[in-house]
Nanobody
């Protein structure tokens, strides 16, 4: 089991920056990757970015490329989402999620945080 707790959400203005954090606990030795997803009102949850836990390779949704960065601190079992030049359309609940690798079996995003609200005003 892996437990995830997000923090750092809030109300910001368009063009501002914001950093989200996600702290993992529990069976963190099994983590394979961590990612960020978001869900805006009336829309489905969508992928934002993820990072592999060992090599640090990253992937981003087209909508955030060049504006958001993702990083990790393995010693703190924490992943960060740095959001720059935010837009009103970035308004959503942001969720942290984790994939694990146990016995060579890599799971999908099985563990989820409770979410943190990000609101961008124009």
């Amino acid at each position: 089991q892996v437990q995830l707790v997000e923090s750092g959400g809030g109300l910001v203005q368009a063009g501002d920056s914001l950093r989200l954090s996600c702290a993992a606990s529990g069976r963190t030795s099994s983590m394979y990757a961590m990612g960020w997803f978001r869900q805006a009102p009336g829309k489905e949850r969508e992928f934002v970015a993820d990072i592999s836990w060992s090599g640090g390779s990253t992937a981003f949704a087209d909508s955030v490329k060049g504006r958001f960065t993702i990083s990790r601190d393995n010693a703190k079992n924490t992943v960060y989402l740095e959001m720059n030049s935010v837009k009103p359309e970035d308004t959503a609940v942001y969720y942290c999620a984790a994939r694990t690798s146990i016995g060579g079996v890599i799971t999908g995003y099985k563990y989820w945080g409770q979410g943190t609200q990000v609101t961008v005003s124009s």
